[in-house]
């Protein structure tokens, strides 16, 4: 290396140029267990090679591709002098105009966990990246306690004739704890900020025009400001339990918690099912009903999907969960998650390294924050490789076998309303062009209010009851009465059907009556008036219309009753009503 720092501290560069000689041992900088640093107008640039292709050979050797290399030292290496595993650059100022070429490499040697990252990395010209401004390794764990923050940087001259982004991981691995601020950073070069590895907690601010959104079927939309208007997977967005279309519909799942009770208690776990508080409110007038899971027991199904699977389908899939009174988070099943899908056939999932038949939801889609309140946990599962033949897929929860194997309230994960959709991917004969960007602004947006089990596409839902007073469609309140006037009945009459409905029939001969089905708990109220002069005459009531009230010969009078639909009998029940009411 031009530069080699190990366990340094309170560094300050300045107007420093390192230019490396051309073999893959030398490097422009190495920082190893190194912090509090600040390096400011610099010039690193690796030997590299021209871009273009060396299909005829005869291209110089270049050197260490990274200009700058932050990274750690394994175990048992000059431990006198500290614990040096510590990542290096940490807590350190990279800014004032300075120039890398090749770019940042953010690692642990694939043996440490990266421990810290620069406050700040601003101002910057990386040129000849060979795949982004900064890589982090990710083989390992990322524990920082600070983020970092990319901001006012520029990429120039692409070497690879691949995809060039600012900030990579280098693995498919799960998310951690990165933390990262992109802000301003130049689309000249490239559009996209974060490469497809990339799954932790991002913020983008000063959103150049034409920057890619950064899509990940393995995480959530990072917010996003542009600058008009904010994206993203934003706390309470489209989570109001109010009519949202589903543009891929819902799968059947149980959310019944006296099953989810009987459930458990076959799987070995309790279920409280009173005394629950869900997500729109108490649970005696919650519609989204919900119940706790306690104790150490098994998971168990709520939802089964049969079909084939082809790589690139996915589900969109979760539920409305918090952890008991007594933990942080909830936790449970397979890595800790509280649900899942798990296939049973070979197909497998993609993005989860502990296994591939089944997914790993809360990194990724899960919250951060300790005893969190409610909150919808949707995520994406995307199939890696499929099976055409047909076998199912559970969606399964879990009580929480890491929970102390006791089986009191408080020790478990509790739910409410869980959900799953399936959208067919681009090899999926039944493919129907949906984009990547339409899953995730549904996942972020559309499948995180009161989601109902088994609707069509394209449906308006929700699992609440609404209120329509005030509300008007086409200029007319939604489910406001209706009346009907008849000066001059006689023969045969239908009578409305419509909830509310009121007619008036001021008879001018006999009348037999009849009515069509209504909806049920659906009422209409008939008036039988009598007239003036002439009569009086007779009313006989519809065949599905119970107990018909006798309608009254007096002149000048009216008989009064109200009809209720009984969707289970399929006819209609009348009250008790009244007779030879004056007019």
């Known amino acids: 290396m031009s530069y080699w720092g190990e366990q340094e501290s309170n560094l300050d560069l300045y107007n420093v140029g390192m230019n490396p000689v051309g073999y893959l041992a030398a490097g422009g900088m190495e920082q190893t267990a190194s912090w509090v640093e600040t390096i400011g107008q610099l010039n690193y640039s690796p030997s590299t090679i021209s871009p273009g292709s060396c299909e005829a050979g005869?291209?110089?050797?270049?050197?260490?591709?990274?200009?700058?290399?932050?990274?750690?030292?394994?175990?048992?290496?000059?431990?006198?002098?500290?614990?040096?595993?510590?990542?290096g650059c940490a807590a350190s100022t990279i800014t004032g105009g300075a120039f890398i070429g090749g770019g940042i490499k953010i690692d642990g040697g694939g043996v440490n966990s990266i421990t810290a990252m620069p406050y700040e990395i601003g101002d910057m010209l990386f040129e000849q990246a060979p795949s982004a401004a900064v890589v982090v390794d990710n083989r390992t764990?990322?524990?920082?306690?600070?983020?970092?923050?990319?901001?006012?940087?520029?990429?120039?001259?692409?070497?690879?004739?691949?995809?060039?982004?600012?900030?990579?991981?280098?693995?498919?691995?799960?998310?951690?704890?990165?933390?990262?601020?992109?802000?301003?950073?130049?689309?000249?070069?490239?559009?996209?900020?974060?490469?497809?590895?990339?799954?932790?907690?991002?913020?983008?601010?000063?959103?150049?025009?034409?920057?890619m959104l950064p899509l990940n079927t393995s995480s959530s939309t990072p917010p996003i400001n542009d600058g008009v208007e904010q994206q993203?997977?934003?706390?309470?967005?489209?989570?109001?339990?109010?009519?949202?279309?589903?543009?891929?519909?819902?799968?059947?799942?149980?959310?019944?918690?006296?099953?989810?009770?009987?459930?458990?208690?076959?799987?070995?776990?309790?279920?409280?099912?009173?005394?629950?508080s869900c997500p729109d409110g108490p649970q005696a007038a919650s519609k989204m009903q919900c119940a706790e899971l306690d104790g150490p027991g098994s998971a168990f199904n709520i939802g089964t999907w049969t079909g084939s699977t082809?790589?690139?389908?996915?589900?969109?899939?979760?539920?409305?969960?918090?952890?008991?009174?007594?933990?942080?988070?909830?936790?449970?099943?397979?890595?800790?998650?509280?649900?899942?899908?798990?296939?049973?056939?070979?197909?497998?999932?993609?993005g989860n390294p502990y296994g591939t038949s089944y997914t790993y939801p809360s990194f990724g889609f899960g919250t951060r924050l300790a005893h969190n309140t409610w909150y919808p946990e949707i995520a994406i599962a995307a199939i890696a490789s499929g099976e055409t033949t047909s076998h199912t897929i559970n969606f399964m929860i879990g009580s929480g076998n890491g929970n102390s194997g006791t089986a009191s309230a408080g020790y478990g994960n509790q739910f409410s309303n869980c959900r799953w959709a399936f959208i067919p991917g681009p090899n999926n004969p039944a493919y129907a062009g949906v984009t990547q960007d339409e899953i995730a602004y549904a996942r972020d947006n559309q499948?995180?209010?009161?989601?109902?089990?088994?609707?069509?596409?394209?449906?308006?839902?929700?699992?609440?009851?609404?209120?329509?007073?005030?509300y008007q469609v086409n200029g007319v309140p939604l489910n406001a009465p209706s009346e009907t006037y008849s000066a001059s009945a006689s023969g045969a009459v239908t009578l409305p059907s419509t909830d509310?409905?009121?007619?008036?029939?001021?008879?001018?001969?006999?009348?037999?009556?009849?009515?069509?089905?209504?909806?049920?708990?659906?009422?209409?109220?008939?008036?039988?008036c009598q007239p003036a002069s002439g009569g009086p005459y007779t009313w006989t009531w519809p065949t599905n219309w119970k107990g018909g009230v006798t309608v009254g010969t007096m002149a000048s009078t009216c008989s009064e009753q109200t009809g209720t639909y009984l969707a289970g009998f399929g006819d209609w029940h009348g009250d008790a009503g009244s007779t030879n009411v004056p007019q």
């Open 232 to 276: 993203g997977a934003n706390r309470g967005s489209g989570a109001g339990f109010g009519p949202q279309i589903l543009p891929f519909g819902s799968l059947a799942i149980d959310n019944s918690p006296a099953d989810w009770a009987t459930d458990c208690t076959a799987a070995g776990c309790t279920a409280v099912t009173t005394n629950v």
């Open 310 to 350: 082809y790589a690139g389908d996915q589900f969109i899939y979760g539920c409305y969960i918090r952890p008991g009174a007594n933990f942080s988070f909830p936790t449970g099943l397979q890595n800790q998650d509280a649900f899942m899908l798990w296939t049973h056939g070979t197909d497998t999932f993609a």
């Open 447 to 470: 499948y995180r209010g009161a989601v109902p089990s088994n609707v069509s596409a394209g449906t308006a839902v929700t699992e609440e009851t609404i209120s329509t007073n005030g």
């Open 500 to 528: 509310r409905a009121e007619a008036i029939y001021v008879l001018n001969g006999n009348v037999t009556a009849s009515i069509g089905s209504g909806t049920g708990g659906g009422k209409v109220t008939i008036f039988v």
């Open 58 to 87: 005869g291209c110089s050797q270049p050197s260490y591709p990274y200009g700058l290399r932050c990274d750690s030292e394994s175990g048992g290496i000059n431990n006198g002098g500290g614990s040096g595993t510590n990542t």
């Open 141 to 211: 764990a990322i524990d920082t306690t600070s983020c970092l923050w990319m901001h006012d940087d520029s990429l120039q001259d692409n070497v690879t004739a691949t995809t060039v982004y600012y900030l990579a991981y280098t693995n498919q691995e799960s998310p951690t704890l990165g933390c990262y601020k992109l802000d301003d950073l130049a689309t000249s070069l490239t559009s996209n900020y974060t490469n497809p590895n990339f799954n932790d907690a991002v913020s983008i601010d000063r959103v150049p025009y034409g920057t």
